[in-house]
């Protein structure tokens, strides 16, 4: 199989399983970036794809719910805002270390679907960003 053939079941899977959880706790916008106002903040996530290999990262941030400025003074709205606009920001299943969780979906098991094992992962690490976004409450 192909790398664009297992980013497609990918891409599926977390269209299937992840998109519809993350609608049911209010995130709002399209696959790869959502956004969801909670707290007078704006939690900001995205699923990042690796160029070289069959992997991906959900990485998560904060900023106020009105959007932001940056250092240019140019103001994002809302709905522009973007994980990797902002300086401080954590990936989903990465424990203690904050910045290094690769889901990989190269290799097929023999038995059961890893395009949908990886999906459920997402769900299963995302007490993780909803401790992140408790804790970072400045922006």
């Not at 706790?25 to 790869?32: A, H, M, V």
């Not at 401080?88 to 395009?115: A, Q, T």
Request: glycine share 8%; aromatic share 14%; charged share 25%.
């Amino acid at each position: 199989m192909t790398g664009a053939q297992r980013r497609e079941k990918m891409d599926m899977a977390i269209k299937e399983i992840a998109i519809p959880f993350l609608r049911e706790l209010g995130f709002k916008g399209s696959y790869p970036h959502f956004r969801r106002e909670k707290d007078g903040k704006l939690n900001l996530l995205t699923f990042q794809f690796s160029l070289y290999s069959s992997q991906f990262v959900v990485e998560i941030s904060i900023c106020l719910a009105e959007g932001f400025k940056n250092s240019s003074g140019v103001h994002f709205k809302p709905s522009e805002c973007r994980v990797h606009y902002m300086g401080n920001r954590m990936r989903i299943g990465s424990g203690s270390d904050k910045n290094n969780c690769w889901f990989n979906f190269e290799k097929e098991p023999l038995f059961g679907d890893v395009y949908k094992t990886r999906a459920k992962e997402i769900i299963k690490n995302w007490h993780e960003a909803e401790t992140w976004w408790a804790e970072n409450t400045s922006v």
